[in-house]
């Protein structure tokens, strides 16, 4: 992605360190803060300790009926709580078996949302302890279901919401935010959520979701987590049209009053809390995710999860499947539905690891690698009418206009679905597939589950069994012929939790490709023999903390190695250290 994103920079690299930034974090002070006047109005900020009814109403220190009896006493709790005392294994053990009460999937996940507001270290308690039960209920696919009902289950806010309305003052909105020492921001537009398209100011669930992992999957402190939502409008006329809609009701701005709202914020975000701050991108639409990137890329830590999130988790899972399907990476062609951001940035990153395993320049190894957009295959005579990170995906071949045709010319043995449209791998195709591979590499990546490419059964029962299956969202096992499947799931938060993790305990301030290629490879060794031999190319969630450990430090080595980490002196054991940063849920005994 680096070299196709530099022709965007001028030439510039992310190594260089653009002198329109610098390292202590420091930038133009638009808002005229260092040169205050005595009539400026500024913000008086005061603290002080949490006793008594305020206590039990703090999310980050209530601890219900866990209390002790000391703390009663100490903190003025007597007569405010029932007389027993309960464990929080105790807790967890009720709160679970109250949610799995529950029928409906968007019911457990705002029981969830409930016990956040109520008591932090608890819900991350359960959600730790329950990944692989909870993790679709906070993620996809039922966070998708939550946005699209945002406004009507609204309750408490969770994040922060920049609108058009705080433009000239988005700085003074972060500083609204009660925590000052912000690690991970997680920011949307809400344009493109999921496989659900505009969903405006509602995107915020995505934010309030990704962050919840960061901190369950990858160890970032709760209070170090920031979820922003910049609300420009929307063109979701159902919403426009919904008296509970909470964001802006207008049409969507676009051009330099969009492009002057997001400056203000990325210059305000450095500005208050530096240099080394994580800021996602995440489910921005096609033409704004790669402009962000490329423009803020060599001046912030940013990081695309659409782009490169996917990107590297896509081609663990590839790198993984080669023990099952053999051959090197460069044996193999790849055929893409889906050209967007999520095909484009997977198809760039597997191009640069084919480069240099092989030594072969980039230019010939997205040749093995081919994309079908709306319109057909994508090829040479298209490329004056196609978007600018398509281009490099046109290569010469006669027109094609659909994906039947595409995998009867290119005869892929990768297939991947990144297309945002459910049910779109056919019994044909995938028959076709299957007959020109032993074992065929099928990703269907799209989430949520309503919009999956195909599904498991479908993969396994039109291939007759012998396809290796990964998805976005999770599908139950499935039995054919008396063997069973259990499908892998090329989930994105097997990859940002510990990325993010790397980003913040090497203190890195810029994100290159080579990180994302040693996420990859970090994951992809951890798949043991026994999940290959389900037919796994991932290892299982329930042991999503030790990946995420060995992703950081994965990232963090390479960081260090790139010049870009300022987290000095450099660990002995990166591993050990990422472990030793992990946020633990487990309560603490107050004085």
Sequence with gaps: MESFLKEFRGGESVLDLSPRATVGGGVEDVYGEDCATENQLVTPWTYSVASGYSLLRDPHHNKGLAFTEAERDSHYLRGLLPPVVFSQELQEKKLMASIRKYQVPLQKYMAMMELEERNERLFYKLLIDNVEELLPIVYTPTVGEACQKYGSIFRRPQGLYISLKEKGKVLDVLKNWPERNIQVIVVTDGERILGLGDLGCQGMGIPVGKLSLYTALGGVRPSACLPVTIDVGTNNETLLNDEFYIGLRQKRATGQEYDDLLHEFMTAVKQNYGEKVLIQFEDFANHNAFKLLAKYGTTHLVFNDDIQGTASVVLAGVVAALKLIGGTLADHKFLFLGAGEAGTGIAELIALEMSKQTKVPLEETRKKIWLVDSKGLIVSSRKESLQHFKQPWAHEHEPVKDLL???????????????????????????????????????????????????????????????????????????????????????????????????????????????????????????????????????????????????????????????????????????????????????????
């Design 405 to 591: 045709g595409a995998v009867k010319a290119i005869k892929p043995t990768v297939l991947i679905g990144s297309s945002g449209v459910g049910r779109t791998f056919t019994k044909e195709i995938i028959e076709i597939v299957s007959s020109f591979n032993e074992k065929p590499l099928i990703m269907a990546l799209s989430n949520p589950t309503s919009q999956s490419e195909c599904t498991a059964e479908e993969a396994y029962t039109w291939s007759e069994g012998r396809a290796i299956f990964a998805s976005g969202s999770p599908f139950d096992p499935f039995e054919y012929n008396g063997k069973l499947f259990v499908p892998g799931q090329a989930n994105n938060a097997y990859i940002f939790p510990g990325f993010g993790l790397g980003l913040v305990i090497s203190g890195a301030i810029r994100v290159h490709d080579d990180m994302l290629l040693a996420a990859s490879e970090a994951l992809a060794k951890l798949v043991s023999d026994e999940n290959y031999d389900k037919g796994l190319i991932y290892p299982p969630f329930s042991s999503i903390r030790k990946i995420s450990a060995n992703i950081a430090a994965n990232v963090a080595a390479k960081a260090y190695e790139l010049g870009v980490a300022t987290r000095l002196p450099r660990p002995a054991n990166l591993v050990k250290y990422a472990e030793s940063c992990m946020y633990s849920p487990v309560y603490r005994t107050y004085r």
